[in-house]
Each structure stands twice: as C-alpha cells, then as structure tokens.
C-alpha cells in the first residue's frame, strides 16, 4: 500500500503543477459545468394573481413542461437584490450565491473585493484571470504586481491603512470567463447592479476605471485611448479611465500615458 500524502506534499505537488500551467482537472469523463440542472432557480413560473412561485413548488407542476413560463431576467433580480443590501459584507454574500450567471460555474473562488474599502480611490478593473481565479483576489498575476508598482509610484498602496493612501480594488465581473475572453453583454448587464451597490456603499472620492471594459460597463462607451486621460462621472463620482495593466505589459510605450494619468490623479487628490 502506498503511503498516504501529508497535507503539505500534497499541498506542494498543487502549487507545482500550477506552476507548470495547470489551470483546470479533467476527469476520466467530461463535466459540461455550463449545463443547467432541471431543478435550476433560473427558471421560475408565474402563476397569475399569486405572485411569482418557484417550480415543482405546486402538485401538477413539471420541470419539463412546454409551457412552464418565462425566463427570469437575472439583471432585474440582481437590482432587486442589491437594493436591499446594507452592508459590503452581505454584498459579497450575495454575489457569490447570485445564481443566474453561468461564469459562476466554471469558476474556482468568487473575486469580489482586495484592498482597504475606506479608501478614497475605488479601483474597477473587468474580469479575474486565472491567477485571480487561484487566490480569490483581483489584480493579482502579472497585470496586478504591475498595477501595484504603478501606484506606488505615487504613494499608494491596497495594503495601505490610511485612507488617503490607500486603494480599494475590484471588478466589472467576480468570476473568470473561460480562457480570459472578454465578458459578454449579458454578463456584464446581470451584475451591473452589484457593482453600482457596490460604489454606493464603498462611497469613494474617486473611481479609477481600469480598461475598455469597465467603461463600457460603467459608460456605456469603448475606446480606451481616447477616453483615458479625461474625468468623467459616475454615479455622482468623479471617474478617470486609465489603461488595463495587462494592455501596458503589451504595449510599453503606453506606460508615458499612464504615468500622466498618476499625476493626474495625485494632482486632484492633494487638491480636494
């Protein structure tokens, strides 16, 4: 009989193969992690003059049935949800249990949130990638160890206790799409409202919006290169998109822009 592995080889054997480039087990046979259970909440029926009632909660009712009712709109339940939040610890709570978005399903941990959320600047980035996906953080890989260095450049740090120097770090989508796409228009649609509640109960001074995708999210508009660099407003909050991390490790030169975008930033903070 082989001897049994101690948590910490089996632990080492883990952070190896991930090193290696592991970043999923496969099975002896294959897992469709997208496909609906029968018993999913996102279907509901409605049954008229009684209010909305979950399937198969009733005698007659099929989870088969042709006719079995409407799709819920999970961006009209998100809102729902989210307007009755008090808190960013039942936030998170509830984000990680929202479950309407099938991103949810492929991913290994729920990335809500990292940094000191009384800071005075809210850091809004896109989607987690596979090394967020591993440690359950945003803005952790490569594009993160860079985002770091660049405010600290100017003083600040996601570590920071003092609110004037710290950051509050997060993201447009809490869970990794496959192979790092972008996050779809639906996606993005259905947890839109968790990320409003989430500014709203934050209550930074100054959102940073961290690529094409968080202002697509946030403004309803694409085109990085021309909307970095200028202040712009979000829900009441000055907001100043900036390039991805990820676009200046691909493209160096862009790091000039970036850093004129720091001084901006450190500019209106000493300002206000």
């Given at each position: ?38 018993t999913?909440?996102?279907?509901r ?26 799709k ?7 809102h ?6 008090d ?48 440690h ?27 609110r004037d ?19 779809k ?45 200028n ?15 990820a ?10 822009e ?15």
């Open positions: 009989m082989e001897p049994e592995l101690t948590y910490h080889q089996a632990m080492n054997l883990l952070e190896w193969q991930f090193e290696l480039g592991v970043d999923e087990v496969i099975g002896e046979a294959p897992v469709n992690r997208y496909d609906l259970p029968a999913s909440p996102a279907f029926e409605i049954s008229p003059g009684s209010g909305n009632t979950s399937r198969g909660a009733g005698p007659g009712t099929s989870d088969t049935a042709p006719n079995a009712g409407p819920v709109d999970p961006a009209r339940e998100a729902g949800i989210a307007a009755e939040i808190s960013l610890d039942s936030l998170r709570e509830a984000v990680a249990a929202f479950p309407y978005c099938e991103l949810r399903r492929g991913a290994r941990k729920t990335v809500f949130a990292d940094g000191n959320p009384e800071a005075r600047v809210m850091v809004i980035g896109e989607a987690p990638g596979r090394d967020e996906d591993f359950g953080k945003p803005f952790v890989g490569r594009a993160g160890q860079l985002l770091d260095l660049m405010f600290e450049a100017i003083g600040m740090h996601r570590e920071e206790t003092d120097r710290a950051l509050y770090i997060t993201n447009i989508l809490p869970w990794r799409p496959p192979r790092n796409r972008d996050p228009p639906e996606e993005m649609g259905m947890m839109l409202p968790f990320v409003h509640r989430h500014i709203e109960l934050a209550e930074p001074e100054i959102l940073i919006l961290m690529g094409n995708i968080s202002c697509q999210a946030l403004l309803g508009r694409r085109g990085i290169t021309r909307l970095r660099g202040w712009t407003d979000v829900l009441g909050h000055p907001a100043l998109p900036m390039f991805h991390p676009y200046l490790l691909r493209n160096p030169r862009a790091k000039r970036a850093w004129a975008d720091l001084l901006t930033l450190r500019s209106r903070l000493e300002a206000s």
